[in-house]
């Protein structure tokens, strides 16, 4: 039997320390816990995260939360079959039809899918890999890692505008080679930090190296001399998520430049970057935008061509939304976060679209994650073809590496040397 036989949830921590929702589910004697990671810059189309906001943890938890929905939805989701994603996502859906799942949150939903999931692998007794790869018709493969380097904006106390400034192991022909040469590029820009007078020991929510530098575009040139320094110029590139919804106040982009506050509309804010993709080997912008800045959007559509144009809080992993910018041509890929899609098979039909329109699809862990590992699985089960979970420090980080090289030791999947990203450098 494959059906759901027990669900159970409580109150955990995620990587910031902040509450967040555990889930076990059981078929029959196989259980499998999974806990909803959360972001800091969160867009305002993706499925909610809905805290107490009671005394306790000065309103961050979520054990009412959890009380309610265990009472009116979990008895509803007893006796779907694990390997049902559908059904599981139809049920749940009919208790909170609404975008952003206002009524309960994405937060339990996502656990309880992603758990359902785990679970259904282990009754099947095969990886949780190999589940995704059936359930999206994917040939496996594993991702080519986006690791961040040097962090900002939310992620570092605003050091920085820019939220993530990250390298692209693009020409490695391994995972392992490629995981490599960004533990030497990390190695390389801790050095040049230190040469600058900052402390390289403090670490931002991803692990990534941080200091109040002069601006954007020298983080942006310490990452490209630590590629050089590293030997590996024309061999690894870099990724920028901009986070651009953090920077913009509904008409101005407000950013720094030494110190100076300078405002820029959409199009001078565009500019702004796009001589940064002429000067470093940049071959990655995310969020050059801000989520609802048309004009903006507009502007990066010239780019396509030129470099990966990625979408995240544009597209909230919500499969209408990432319609809407195929039609417009705006970008050519998405970001896949689980929990902005609110169930797993929310998230997995977004990817599988995606996909089927040519576009690249970045599967991507939150800033405020947990020691998990089945993003690795996702991403590779799927055939994504990238993945992004932060840096290569911190043990929430970690346990994503390890598990790509986990599958990677036992020759699970071949590795995705990324043709769609070839075409950029
Ligand atoms: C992002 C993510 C991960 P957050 O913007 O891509 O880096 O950050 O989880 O804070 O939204
Ligand atoms: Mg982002």
Redesign the pocket.
Same mark, same amino acid.
């Given at each position: 039997m494959t059906e759901i036989t027990r669900i159970d949830l409580w109150q955990a921590l995620d990587s910031r320390g902040t509450p967040t929702v555990a889930a076990r589910v059981q078929i029959g004697s196989h259980a499998a816990t999974a806990i909803a990671p959360? @972001?800091?810059?969160?867009g305002k189309h993706e499925a909610l995260f809905l805290r107490d906001g009671n005394a306790s943890f000065d309103g961050l938890s979520v054990t009412d939360a959890i009380a309610i929905f265990s009472k009116e939805v979990i008895p509803a989701l007893i006796g779907i079959s694990g390997n049902d994603f559908f059904e599981l996502d139809r049920t749940l859906r009919s208790f909170d039809s609404t975008p952003t799942q206002s009524r309960y949150g994405g937060h339990i939903p996502v656990a309880i899918t992603i758990a359902t999931w785990l679970a259904y692998a282990k009754r099947a007794n095969v990886s949780p890999y190999e589940v995704i790869a059936q359930h999206v018709g994917a040939k496996s493969s594993l991702p080519m890692p986006m690791v961040?380097i040097f962090s900002g904006g *939310?992620?570092a106390g605003r050091a920085i505008d820019l939220?993530?400034i990250l390298a692209i192991p693009t020409m490695a022909s391994t995972f392992q080679e490629g995981l490599e040469w960004i533990w030497r590029i990390r190695e390389h820009s801790k050095k040049i930090l230190v040469k600058k007078g900052f402390d390289a020991s403090l670490v931002a929510d991803?692990g990534g190296l941080t200091g109040k530098l002069s601006g954007d575009e020298e983080a942006i040139a310490l990452v490209s001399e630590a590629i050089d320094e590293a030997n590996l110029s024309g061999k690894a590139h870099i990724a920028l998520?901009i *986070?651009a919804s953090q920077l913009f106040d509904g008409k101005n982009y407000v950013v720094h430049e030494s110190g100076e506050e300078v405002r820029l509309d959409s199009i001078g804010f565009v500019a702004r970057w796009r001589r940064w993709i002429t000067e470093y080997p940049i071959i990655s912008v995310?969020?050059g935008a801000a989520e609802d800045d048309e004009e903006g959007w507009q502007e990066q559509s010239q780019l396509t061509s030129q470099i990966q144009v990625l979408g995240?809080d544009r597209y909230a992993t919500q499969r209408n939304r990432l319609r809407s910018g195929i039609t417009k041509g705006e970008a050519n890929s998405i970001?896949i976060k689980p929990n902005q899609a609110g169930t797993l098979f929310a998230a997995l039909s977004t990817l599988k679209e995606a996909k089927a329109q040519g576009w690249n699809t970045v599967v991507?862990?939150?800033? @405020?994650d947990t020691e998990e590992s089945w993003l690795a699985d996702l991403a590779t089960g799927s055939g994504a073809g990238q993945i992004?979970v @932060?840096s290569t420090h911190r043990s929430e980080r970690t346990a994503k590496w390890n598990r790509l090289l986990e599958l990677s030791h036992f020759r699970a999947a071949p590795f995705n040397s990324e043709q769609a990203l070839n075409k950029f450098i």
């Open positions: 959360s @972001g800091a810059s969160t961040n *939310a992620h939220q993530d991803e998520d *986070a995310e969020d995240d970001l991507s862990a939150r800033s @405020g992004k @932060g």
